[in-house]
Nanobody
């Protein structure tokens, strides 16, 4: 059983930056692909970014490409989401997820373990 705990959310002005952190425990972190998803009020959960277990491959939704960067430190059992040039439409609860596979995925159904989420609010 893998436990995931997100942190780093908060209130930021448009154009600002935040770094989200997801700390994992209870499993072999280096064998799990990781993903970040988000959900705004009244909207479906959507994919944001994913990274392969090795950390060598990443993939992003189009609207965050060039602004967000996912990374991981397998020695620290941690995955990060660096968010820059934030926009009001980035406001949402951000969730970290772990997939029992070497390979990354943009599908929420492919992920087994989820964190409790961290709120990101971008004021315009």
């Amino acid at each position: 059983q893998v436990q995931l705990v997100e942190s780093g959310g908060g209130l930021v002005q448009a154009g600002g930056s935040l770094r989200l952190t997801c700390a994992a425990s209870g499993g072999t972190f280096s064998t799990y692909a990781m993903g970040w998803f988000r959900q705004a009020p009244g909207k479906a959960r959507e994919f944001v970014a994913t990274i392969r277990a090795s950390g060598g491959v990443t993939y992003y939704r189009d609207s965050v490409k060039g602004r967000f960067a996912i990374s991981r430190d397998n020695a620290k059992n941690t995955v990060y989401l660096q968010m820059s040039s934030l926009k009001a439409e980035d406001s949402a609860v951000y969730y970290c997820a772990a997939r029992r596979s070497w390979y990354d995925s943009s599908r929420a159904d492919d992920y087994t373990y989820w964190g409790q989420g961290t709120q990101v609010t971008v004021s315009s």
